[in-house]
Nanobody, 121 residues
């Protein structure tokens, strides 16, 4: 059974940093494009970032470009999201997802359970 498990969330002050991890099991991680999706309370899902199977081509939403860095380690079957200069509007639950494209959000069945990020002073 395919599983995605996020970790690394927490509460930080504006301007702070966090590093999210997404560990995978039960499927061939290297064959999937991977994505980060976030959802704030009362809002719909928002695509944040995605990366191709090799890790050579990252994609970012305009709202996070220049502040977030996506990466993956296929040998460790893990994806990462380095988040710097965090803003209150980044507060959301962050999900990793596997897909067939780095920019198209797949259905919920291909998401993990998420990790909460709260940016507040």
């Amino acid at each position: 059974e395919a599983q995605l498990v996020e970790s690394g969330g927490g509460m930080v002050q504006p301007g702070g940093s966090l590093r999210l991890s997404c560990s995978s099991s039960g499927f061939d991680f290297s064959r999937y494009d991977m994505l980060w999706v976030r959802q704030a309370p009362g809002k719909g899902p928002e695509w944040v970032s995605g990366i191709d199977t090799t890790g050579g081509i990252p994609f970012y939403a305009e709202s996070v470009k220049g502040r977030f860095t996506i990466s993956r380690d296929n040998a460790k079957k893990t994806m990462y999201l380095e988040m710097n200069n965090l803003k209150p509007e980044d507060t959301a639950r962050y999900y990793c997802a596997r897909g067939t494209s780095p920019t198209n959000v797949p259905t919920r069945g291909d998401w993990g359970q998420g990790t909460q990020v709260t940016v507040s002073s």
